[in-house]
């Protein structure tokens, strides 16, 4: 899966990038089909796992895109510049909502588990949501260089361009965010090391 999601992304080059920016809905179709589950992705742990919000992102981002790809100067990844666009999407889109969203029933996706194993099944699912949880509590500032650092695996260069801030600020957005987890997150120390 992950082989596929780079060779699909190697595919989308400036000659892509510069036929949607003519109006080539061919191009733009790649764009999305290459791009659509990282967006829904961010999305999705952005906002705890609200699939609907997630979607609505997803759809605003991909709109903007269409109406706004003209303005990608080339001057940065286009990966850096659609990722400004999710974290812009996301911020306005929980600006809209202003109230919690909490976990759906899905989220953590159909795992067989053997009955003897429930128990210890059970304490990851419950360990999984308080982290989650933790994570969705954060402020959007520092919300966001989190999911990029540890869903989406960006440098901090790449996670400054996105945000538009410098690296000092995203390491101390990161070293906020840790400490505030790791207050947050304090009753479950023997959970993790058990």
């Known amino acids: 899966m992950e082989q596929r999601a780079v060779a699909s ?8 990038i510069e036929a949607c920016q003519q109006g080539d809905r061919e191009a733009f179709r790649l764009l999305f089909e290459t791009y659509q589950s ?3 992705s961010i999305s ?16 605003a981002v991909f709109l903007k895109l269409m109406t706004k790809i003209e303005q990608f100067r080339r001057d940065a990844e286009f990966t850096t510049w659609l990722y400004r666009l999710v974290a812009n999407a996301c911020m306005d889109e929980q600006r809209k909502r202003r109230r919690f969203l909490p976990f759906g029933d899905g989220f953590m996706g159909g795992q067989d588990v ?3 194993g429930q128990e210890k099944h059970y304490e990851r699912i419950e360990l999984a949501d308080s982290v989650k949880a933790a994570i969705g509590e954060l402020k959007p500032k520092l919300r966001l260089p989190m999911l ?3 869903v989406e695996g960006l440098s901090y260069d790449e996670m400054a361009e996105a945000l538009d801030c410098s690296k000092g600020t995203i390491a101390s957005r990161l070293n906020r965010g840790h400490k505030i987890l790791a207050q947050r997150l304090s009753h479950l120390r023997g959970a993790l090391s058990g």
């Not at 992304?9 to 892509?16: F, G, L, N, P, T």
């Not at 999705?44 to 997803?58: C, N, P, Q, W």
Request: hydrophobic share 25%; no cysteine; net charge neutral.
């Open 114 to 116: 053997e009955k003897k």
């Open 38 to 40: 990282k967006v829904y």
């Open 44 to 59: 999705l742990y952005y906002f705890k796992g609200d699939e609907s919000s997630a979607r609505d992102v997803t759809q």
């Open 9 to 16: 992304e190697q595919k989308i080059d400036e000659h892509v």
């Open 148 to 150: 990029l650092k540890y």
